[in-house]
């Protein structure tokens, strides 16, 4: 079975850090894929985060977060993270991370083929 699975998200306050994680299972093979992260927050759209290429090399950052989060992968471990410092309550959201349809980071959601379930992150005033 394919599977996505992200950890790590939780309630901290404002100026904390988190660390999440996303794992691969199964036969989702993301060592030689793009993968992005993406967060929800209630009444708003889905909002690009951040991406990596397959091979680490190229990462790209949404506005919002950019100088504050940090994506980086282990291929051989198959898992993707992400390092988010300086956190803020407009960072309260579901965080998902999505295996990209190429190795090429893009911002559109729809370049990406499997997604995780989501991890809540939420951060107080």
């Known amino acids: 079975q394919v599977q996505l699975v992200e950890s790590g998200g939780g309630l901290v306050q404002a100026g904390d850090s988190l660390r999440l994680s996303c794992a691969a299972s199964?036969?989702?093979?993301?060592?030689?894929?793009?993968t992005g992260w993406f967060r929800q927050a209630p009444g708003k759209e889905r909002e690009f985060v951040a991406g990596i290429s397959w091979s680490g090399g190229i990462t790209y950052y949404g506005s919002s977060v950019k100088g504050r989060f940090t994506i980086s992968r282990d291929n051989a471990k198959n898992t993707v993270s992400l390092q988010m410092n300086s956190l803020k309550p407009e960072d309260t959201a579901v965080y998902y991370c999505?295996?990209?349809?190429?190795?090429?980071?893009?911002?559109?959601?729809?370049?990406?083929?499997?997604w995780g379930q989501g991890t809540q992150v939420t951060v107080s005033s």
């Open positions: 999505a295996r990209g349809r190429t190795g090429r980071v893009t911002e559109s959601g729809y370049e990406y083929d499997y």
């Open positions: 199964g036969r989702t093979f993301i060592s030689n894929r793009a």
